[in-house]
């Protein structure tokens, strides 16, 4: 069974940065992609970034340039650096996982106050 832990998250100023953590455990064979989803209130849930084979990475257009993605395929964990963080990026953050199937953390929460 595959398990996806977030970590990081909480309360931070406009314009303050955040890091979050993610740690994939369980029976894996290869993890094609790791990335990071959101959902604000009353909204959908949306693509942050993701990062593929190849170390090819993907931002939503909301987020370029200061968010950054990265991951250590050693320890099967992927993170997400977010800078210059604005009231708008308020949501709960989940990992995700493209194994054989995909895989969701449970989600973290993370606050931009203004």
């Known amino acids: 069974q595959v398990q996806l832990v977030e970590s990081g998250g909480g309360l931070v100023q406009a314009g303050g940065s955040q890091r979050l953590s993610c740690a994939v455990s369980?029976?894996?064979?290869?993890?094609?992609?790791m990335g990071w989803y959101r959902q604000a209130p009353g909204k959908q849930r949306e693509l942050v970034a993701i990062?593929?084979?190849?170390?090819?990475?993907n931002y939503a257009d909301s987020v370029k340039g200061r968010f950054t993605i990265s991951r250590n395929n050693a320890k099967n964990m992927v993170y997400l650096q977010m800078n210059s963080l604005k009231p708008e990026d308020t949501a709960v953050y989940y990992c995700y996982a493209r194994i054989l199937q995909s895989y969701w953390g449970q989600g973290t929460q993370v606050t931009v106050s203004s």
């Open positions: 990062s593929t084979t190849g170390d090819n990475t």
């Open positions: 369980g029976t894996i064979f290869s993890i094609n992609a």
